[in-house]
C-alpha cells in the first residue's frame, strides 16, 4: 500500500472514531484534541512544506491549516464546533484525494 493510500485509509479510520466521539453525549476535549493530533500526524506524514506543483500537497497543507484552526476551536471551549469543522476536513481531505487529478493547459 503507498503512503497516499496508507494516509486515506488512516484518515478514514479517525474520521470513524470522530463520529463515534459525536454520538457520546460527553466529549471530552482533551480526547478530542488526542484525535486532532493525530489527524495532523498522519497529514504531516503525506505533505511537505513549501512550495510544489503538486496539487495534493496543496490539498494536504490546506487541509493541516484547516486542522489547525479545528484545534484552536477546541482549545477556546467550542468543542462541538471544533468536532464538525474537524469532520469536515477530513471528509474534504478524503474526497480530493481520491479525485483524479487535473492539470492546467494553456
Known amino acids: ?17 470522530f463520529n463515534l466521539l459525536q454520538e457520546d453525549e460527553k466529549v471530552s476535549m482533551p480526547v ?6 493525530s489527524v495532523l500526524q498522519v497529514l504531516r506524514s503525506l505533505g511537505t512544506d513549501g512550495y510544489t506543483e503538486d496539487q495534493t500537497h496543496h490539498i494536504v497543507n490546506y487541509c493541516k491549516l484547516k486542522m489547525k484552526y479545528a ?3 477546541i482549545e477556546n471551549g467550542d468543542v462541538e464546533e471544533g468536532l464538525q469543522f474537524a469532520k469536515s476536513v477530513i471528509s474534504y481531505y478524503l474526497k480530493e484525494a481520491s479525485a483524479p487529478e487535473t492539470t492546467l493547459e494553456n
Open 71 to 73: 484545534r484552536k476551536q
Open 32 to 37: 478530542l484534541l488526542q484525535k486532532v493530533e
Open 1 to 17: 500500500m503507498s503512503e497516499k493510500e496508507n494516509g486515506k485509509e488512516k484518515l478514514r479510520l479517525l474520521l470513524e472514531e
